[in-house]
T-cell receptor, first 115, second 112 residues
């Protein structure tokens, strides 16, 4: 079974600074997807960024980028120029490439932005 | 385009009762999946429906069941409620299984 581990329960960063959230996963599959989701106090899960395992290039979405290390099974999220609106729970998630829409989530990292 | 809609937003039930939660996916989306979120266990996959068929099921007891209708709307039912069923239940939809999931705001179920 696949597992996802987020070793940082809480992180904090000064506004406008850069922060990196860590995620490791375990799988024996070669075809899979990785995601970072954000869950603000409104509770709605919002997709931040996705990465296909077959792509060597790291995904980037505006201020959000990932460092995907397939051999190390590591998938960290870097947030640049942190903004107050970035404060939320961040979840790393894994999905098999086999087809079924089943996400395996990490335990989450609570990110606080200090003004 | 309207997002994923879950109803009701909040629910309080008594132990032993049953409950039905509803999820309306984004128009055109055929896959609907359900997750349970608790402080202790985190986010856990319940099941996925695609074109009215259950494609995958998580490790939950038979008290948890679901279905999907021809218009892709889905319902989740929990029978004989236990205190431990108190959780945020999240629904997600996607056009098909090979695409990212879009989540609703969840239903907060409290069992007393």
């Amino acid at each position: 079974a696949q597992t996802v581990t987020q070793s940082q329960p809480e992180m904090s960063v000064q506004e406008a600074e850069t922060v990196t959230l860590s995620c490791t996963y375990d799988t024996s599959e070669s075809d899979y997807y990785l995601f970072w989701y954000k869950q603000p106090p409104s509770r709605q899960m919002i997709l931040v960024i996705r990465q296909e395992a077959y792509k060597q290039q790291n995904a980037t979405e505006n201020r959000f980028s990932v460092n995907f290390q397939k051999a190390a099974k590591s998938f960290s999220l870097k947030i640049s120029d942190s903004q107050l609106g970035d404060a939320a729970m961040y979840f790393c998630a894994y999905r098999s490439g086999e087809g079924a829409q089943k996400l395996v989530f990490g335990q989450g990292t609570r990110l606080t932005i200090n003004p | 385009k309207a997002g994923v809609t879950q109803t009701p937003r909040y629910l309080i039930k008594t132990r032993g009762q049953q409950v039905t939660l509803s999820c309306s996916p984004i128009s055109g989306h055929r896959s609907v999946s359900w997750y349970q979120q608790t402080p202790g266990q985190g986010l856990q996959f319940l099941f996925e429906y695609f074109s009215e068929t259950q494609r995958n099921k998580g490790n939950f007891p038979g008290r948890f069941s679901g279905r999907q209708f021809s218009n892709s709307r889905s319902e989740m039912n929990v029978s004989t409620l236990e205190l431990g069923d108190s959780a945020l239940y999240l629904c997600a939809s996607s056009p098909q299984s090979h695409t990212e999931a879009f989540f609703g705001q969840g239903t907060r179920l409290t069992v007393v």
